[in-house]
Nanobody, 117 residues
Framework: QVQLVESGGGLVQPGGSLRLSCAAS????????KGWYRQAPGKQRELVAI???????VYTNSVTGRFTISRDNAKNTVFLEMTSLKPEDTATYYC???????????WGQGTQVTVSS
């Protein structure tokens, strides 16, 4: 059974920083943790950043230059360093993974990020 364990969300003031982590557990060798999506109230879930096992990354435009995604392949863990946070970054952040054959998709339970003064 695959589980994605997320951590690092919280409340932060505008301009502050947070670091999210997502680790695969269970049959973790059978999946590839890819990155992060987010969903704000009343909005669709959107891509934030993803990273390949080779280290190539893609960011949504609104976070480019502020967020950095990285990974530890040995631990099948992905990190998201978020700096210069803005109120519009407030959302539930979800970790995303897929099976090695690309057929199954997995989601974490979500971690809340709130940016407010």
């Amino acid at each position: 059974q695959v589980q994605l364990v997320e951590s690092g969300g919280g409340l932060v003031q505008p301009g502050g920083s947070l670091r999210l982590s997502c680790a695969a557990s269970g049959s973790s060798l059978s999946i590839n943790v890819k990155g992060w999506y987010r969903q704000a109230p009343g909005k669709q879930r959107e891509l934030v950043a993803i990273i390949t096992r080779g280290g190539n990354s893609v960011y949504t435009n609104s976070v480019t230059g502020r967020f950095t995604i990285s990974r530890d392949n040995a631990k099948n863990t992905v990190f998201l360093e978020m700096t210069s946070l803005k109120p519009e970054d407030t959302a539930t952040y979800y970790c995303n993974a897929e099976s090695q054959n690309g057929i199954s998709v997995y989601w974490g339970q979500g971690t809340q990020v709130t940016v407010s003064s």
